[in-house]
């Protein structure tokens, strides 16, 4: 068998999306964040890559999808670097060896170095968590299947606004053929290869 | 005639390619700092909006490309993020209202926010300068023309290694429709539309 390398993704786990009663708050993101943790810790002790990919917006909000032009200037500004709003939430901060990477649409791949620098350094395995389903998580496994990773998306660990957003969006996931498994499951077969 | 709408991308003029004696210096681009200057303050007389288009790499050479990597890594980092050599020179430096972006490769489309910001603003026309001519100019302004914008090139607000390679370089680029042409042709050709 060819050998695997396996490389974590998380997506959006900053304090404006995480946090509750944050402007751009997805209501399940917060309860992920000690299985994203675990998660995390899981790859460090391995010395698998890991990369935090996460939002950033202009404040003139030049830069933000169309859609969300209009609440962003109305309501207030969000995901703006530099403010605490912007920051990885406390607990899933990267520490040295970790990879942040900035993405300014839906999918981390749209965009960004990601591929690239998966590339490089020979990745096979995807692991993807983070927030939230619909959007950013789903976007980003649809491309990384059209790149050729395996991916697995730990359930768990990724989040929505309703557990039946969620549940729709998982059913459709599996259906091009990625693992969408638990934490306990991912590293079961993790440590049996 | 439909209206025109003008945008200024200035690539890479940063210390660590323009300061002589820097880690990467493109020997022709110190002595156009002065005019890009002048171009620069066009713009901002006009309130046309300017994309100042950086280089960034991070340490371990992750995302640098594969054809520097060995050198990046064995002759001392160069335009990482945080150091001096990263910052745009000092004449140069954006003021509020312009927009700094960072791009991974030569290109100053390829996986950056630049084609969605132009976009959203309406920009029909993108005058382009900066260094350097066979790499970082000349790939961006040929995806500029295959996006369908027209080009403007200021030959003395664009460098290279020697007037000999920028030369040639403008003869290919001018061959694909683009207007090589100099700062005051420029600025005397704006003023009569």
Redesign the interface.
Known sequence: MAERKYALVIVDMQNDFVLPGSPACVAGAYGTVPSIKRLLDFFRLNKSPVFHVVREY?P?G??IE?NRLEGFLRKGRYLVPGTKGCEIVEPLRPVE?E?RLVK??YSCFM???L???LR??GVTHLVVCGTQYPNCIRATIFDAVCHGYHVINITDATSAQTPEIAQANIVDIRNIGVDCISLDEFIHAFNKN
Request: glycine share 6%.
């Open positions: 202009r003139d030049s830069d169309m060896g990879y300014n649409r965009n960004t170095e591929e690239f620098m490089r350094i």
